[in-house]
């Protein structure tokens, strides 16, 4: 009779023995399942406070969507004995993330959100502004602390904002809860944990809930156990599970990590009940994800607004018939002698009482929504540090810390000066070693700068991505790997001084969707610590694209929530083919809402041409006294450049973040003379300046590098052009015409020439195409020629009009 009940349970796919025999004695032990009088009546307190909130909502707002959990009200009893199990056994903090299906109900009755605060958001008096620009209730989040009444002990729940792409939130959670075991010392996730709610066609549908599975058990992403509750409304929106997916269950993705699934009939409350003790009782005893599938079903369409019978009629005609899980519920009690109907009438009017009491008055929006006492200004101290800690930081990099450890080309920390092998590590830290003596850096060595001062100020430094530990283009090397001892690594940025906050250095899972989300939730549990994402190549950034559009670029808008989280996403056209080029600057420009004032804006984009110019942003990253997302396209080619390096003068105190960086030549000698400045951005800035010395132009053509494109730096550019008042202006781009940076700067170029006497701005770079980069060697070395050939022929268009 074990499994002729309510409960069946999936674990035979799972290759311990000792965990299978846990699960065993959970189920098949006769009579484990049994609740006391108290306990029954403890279990039937909730059900009726949601059966009411969806009853209440639905008869005041009937014409508001709400996305009620009539169906399934065995939910929030099912949290709330997760939770409870949790906070016996130690948690101290829960982090949720869920769609929107019940997300006002788990506010009001898990989470413990202010009825006020909920029942305020369907008032039509509430402007946008209110609440960042406006998202839908739905969608919001919450943080909360408070004394679990069950453990007797504090715990803080924090449900995650989310967009309506469903599953997108996950990785999100698993950052954020990741995060905060990390800076709490619980490296077994004994005090931190997550929950994460699915729909059923969504766990089933969407690719980012197997991304999220499989950076379950990694040592750099693993949150030691998600607790797994599926939402099992047997329909997605109007789609039949025939034709949702090819599996017999949506929850058979979860058996990829051997991952225990327990489906559960949601009509009875004390199966619900015991199968998330046991889930709470697996994930504190396994520290393994776990699956509870609610199979329920949904009362209503897809929201309050939808007829479900066009398109199934015979389920819902069913559904109609079905009496709610608080009626099947309460009838059995009452038979059973656990409570009488007088007791049950009783508690049903008091939690109408509740209700109509705090919907009485109008009430405003919570102020945890706000930014109050944040500073409206992008001025910060100098971003340079002394030499003596740029010269002790270059030791580290071009060393190996460790003793008796053979690297790659070199048999210990003595590194070889006759050594030729150009591949060699031993090489790479010789060419460190001789910049730091030559007082110059490139792009590599000014990242390592940037990490290690940051470190040694205190601040934590994590750099995830596909192959970052090495660089995708060998040019990092932030992990050593001995050649002749297996798994045995050196971390050199973890030598730097004893009292150095750590640096987490990390290859990721072959995902971007995911690992960019997981980032993010990372950079949301600190403001103090600089959180970086790489793409292997930019262009690899658009499967990651979600992430982006829902959560990055218009978050603080949407949640009023800041995050400094940086994407490091290599760009630059060099002949390598359409899918190893373009990062699409096109698209993080279009969605700027560009403002002089570098608070206003939603993210700042750069293009570094100089690793001191790299250097600063990384460190200003940190020391603004607000948080942006930083979009940095970073350089393949200049990562080897023999002209892309920088001096340490230009990153001592006193130096700065350079927003443009003005000709320095022979034009400034007489600005008069110049006859065309050339803006530009990124790695074209070489390929210009060479093509100039060539033609014996130095003193007639102005190159100007703008590196901070948004948010605009409209000052510096005008200075430019007021300086160079007999010239024409150009913006050259190695980018199509209808991609890279020309929509973007077009106008706010324009714009600026208005306040100087009227300016031709012309175009020059490549011609529009529908993909980004051609992938014929030949054709791209003829599309270079052409445009610098336009760029210095003055007569092609000169003069101001």
């Known amino acids: 009779m074990a499994y002729c009940q309510h409960i069946g349970v999936e ?35 909730a059900p009726p406070l949601v059966h009411r909130f969806e009853e209440f909502l639905q008869k005041k707002w009937s014409s508001e969507k709400r996305f009620g959990l009539e169906g399934c009200e065995s939910l929030i009893p099912a949290l709330k004995t997760i939770i409870d199990i949790s906070s016996q056994s130690g948690v101290e903090s829960i982090i949720m993330g869920m769609p929107h299906r019940g997300r006002l109900n788990v ?83 004994k005090r931190v944990m997550s929950i994460l709610l699915h729909g059923d066609a969504a766990f ?18 693993t949150t030691h156990g998600t607790i797994h509750v599926v939402v099992n409304n047997q329909i ?50 396994f520290h393994k994800d776990v699956v509870v599938d609610l199979v329920c079903y949904r009362r209503n369409g897809h929201n309050e607004m939808d007829e479900p019978m066009f398109t199934q009629p015979l389920m819902y005609k069913k559904i109609k018939k079905q009496k709610g899980v608080l009626k099947i519920y309460v009838e059995k009690l009452i038979a059973e002698g656990v409570i009488t109907l007088q007791e049950y009438q009783r508690d049903i009017y008091s939690c109408l009482f509740i209700l109509f009491f705090f919907c009485l008055p109008v009430y405003a929006p919570a102020d945890f929504f706000t930014l109050d006492g944040q500073p409206k200004t992008m001025s910060c101290n100098s971003t340079g540090i002394p030499e003596e800690q740029l010269c002790h930081i270059g030791s580290i990099a071009s060393s190996v810390p460790l003793k008796d450890f053979t690297i790659h080309g070199g048999p210990s920390t003595v590194l070889p ?15 460190r070693a001789n910049m730091v003596s030559q007082r110059v850096c490139d792009w590599a060595l000014g990242e390592y700068m940037a990490f290690g001062s940051l470190l040694q100020d205190g601040i934590h430094v994590r750099l995830s991505g596909q192959d970052v530990e090495r660089g995708t283009f060998s040019h990092r090397h932030h992990v050593l790997h001995d050649q002749n001892v297996d798994k045995r690594i050196c971390i050199p940025m973890n030598h730097i001084s004893t009292s150095q906050a750590p640096y987490t250095v990390c290859n990721s899972s072959l995902s971007e969707y995911g690992v960019l989300g997981f ?137 700065h973040f350079k927003r443009i960086i003005p000709d320095d030549g022979p034009t400034t000698v007489d600005p008069q003379k110049v006859k065309r400045v050339v803006f530009c951005t990124g790695k074209v800035y070489y390929e210009l300046i060479r093509e100039r010395k060539n033609r014996g132009m130095d003193d007639a053509v102005a190159v100007v590098r703008i590196e901070q494109l948004s948010p605009f730096p409209f000052d510096l550019v005008k200075a430019e052009i007021d300086q160079y008042i007999n010239a024409d202006l150009v913006w050259c781009q190695e980018e199509h015409k209808n991609q890279g940076y020309y929509d973007y700067v077009k106008p706010r170029i324009s714009n600026t020439t208005q306040l100087s006497p009227c300016v031709c701005f012309r175009y020059v770079g490549r011609e529009p195409a529908a993909a980004p980069a051609t992938g014929n060697k030949h054709t791209h070395l003829v599309e270079l020629q052409h445009f610098l050939d336009t760029a210095f022929d003055l007569e092609a268009f000169s003069g101001r009009q």
Request: net charge negative; proline share 6%.
């Open 519 to 655: 980032e993010l939730g990372f950079a949301m549990a600190s403001p103090n610590a600089l959180v970086l994402w790489e793409a292997q190549f930019g262009d690899f950034h658009n499967t990651a694209q979600c992430i982006i559009d829902q959560f990055i670029s218009p978050g603080q808008a949407k949640w009023v929530r800041q995050n400094g989280i940086v994407l490091l996403l290599p760009h630059g056209m060099e002949g390598m083919g359409p899918e190893h080029s373009s990062a699409r600057p096109e698209r993080f420009l279009q969605m700027c809402n560009d403002d002089p004032d570098l608070f206003d804006c939603n993210w700042i984009v750069v293009n570094c041409s100089t690793p001191a110019n790299y250097f600063h942003v990384l460190r200003r990253q940190i020391l603004l006294p607000f948080r942006k997302p930083l979009i940095v396209f970073t350089p393949k080619s200049l990562l080897r450049h023999p002209e892309a390096k920088s001096s340490f003068d230009d990153m001592l105190p006193g130096t």
């Open 236 to 285: 997605g929106f109007t789609t039949d599970p025939r034709m949702a997916r090819s599996s017999p269950y949506p929850t058979d993705v979860a058996r990829v990590v051997n991952a225990p699934i327990f489906h559960v009939n949601a009509d009875d409350p004390e199966a619900v009940m015991y199968v998330c003790k046991v889930a709470a009782e697996w994930r504190n005893t």
């Open 204 to 221: 089933a549908g969407q690719g980012i809930v197997y991304e999220t599975f499989h950076l379950s058990d990694l040592p750099s992403y």
């Open 417 to 431: 000066l006759h050594s030729k092998k150009c591949d060699s590590l031993t090489r790479i830290l010789k060419s």
């Open 107 to 189: 506010l009001a009755n898990v989470i413990r959100k202010e009825l006020d605060q909920i029942f305020c958001q369907f008032d039509s008096k509430l402007e946008a502004a209110d609440e960042g620009s406006g998202d839908v209730k739905y969608h919001l989040g919450m943080y909360h602390r408070w004394l679990n009444r069950v453990s007797n002990k504090y715990i803080t729940m924090s449900l995650m904002a989310n967009p309506s792409h469903l599953e997108a939130v996950d990785p999100v959670v698993q950052g954020k809860t990741k995060a905060e075991q990390f800076y709490s010392g619980d490296a077994e996730g």
């Open 11 to 45: 674990f035979m796919f799972i290759n311990d023995v000792q965990q299978c025999h846990w699960i065993r004695e959970k189920f098949e032990t006769p009579g484990i399942m049994k609740f006391s009088l108290e306990e029954k009546r403890t279990l039937l307190a």
